[in-house]
């Protein structure tokens, strides 16, 4: 999975580097097609700011997280991109299947 990690107002560790990688890399495990992100790291007055955006099956997701620890704002980053990257997942199972019968009624007409 290809990341791309920027920070405003804040340099990138090491440590800092791991750790969203490796929260991402768990995520990456999960959504296979999941192959690159772009996460935004800022700094504010008393808060912490993260900003993850991705595509995923052929749409953007982006999701923001901001609390007085920026590792705590990771994590919540990351668990708000896991809810909406299984709900588009989800829409797009319930999509599919909502119209298999349909197609599946065409074809078994037109062969009669």
């Known amino acids: 999975m290809q990341l791309n990690i920027a ?12 750790g969203v990688t ?8 999960h ?6 992100a772009n996460v935004w790291l800022k700094v ?6 993260v900003d993850i955006v991705t595509h995923f099956r052929h749409s953007q997701i982006a999701v ?6 920026l590792y705590v704002a990771i994590k919540d980053a990351v668990r708000k991109l896991d809810s ?8 797009q199972q ?3 299947r909502s119209k298999r ?12």
């Open 7 to 18: 920070g405003q107002h804040l340099d990138i560790t090491p440590a800092i580097e791991a």
């Open 22 to 29: 490796q929260k991402l890399n768990k995520l990456a495990n």
């Open 31 to 36: 959504y296979p097609e999941l192959e690159q």
């Open 44 to 49: 504010e007055p008393k808060q912490q700011i």
């Open 64 to 69: 923001h997280a901001a609390d007085k620890n």
């Open 84 to 91: 909406a990257l299984g709900h588009r997942e989800g829409t």
């Open 94 to 96: 319930a999509y599919s």
């Open 101 to 112: 019968p349909a197609f599946e009624e065409s074809f078994t007409a037109a062969e009669e």
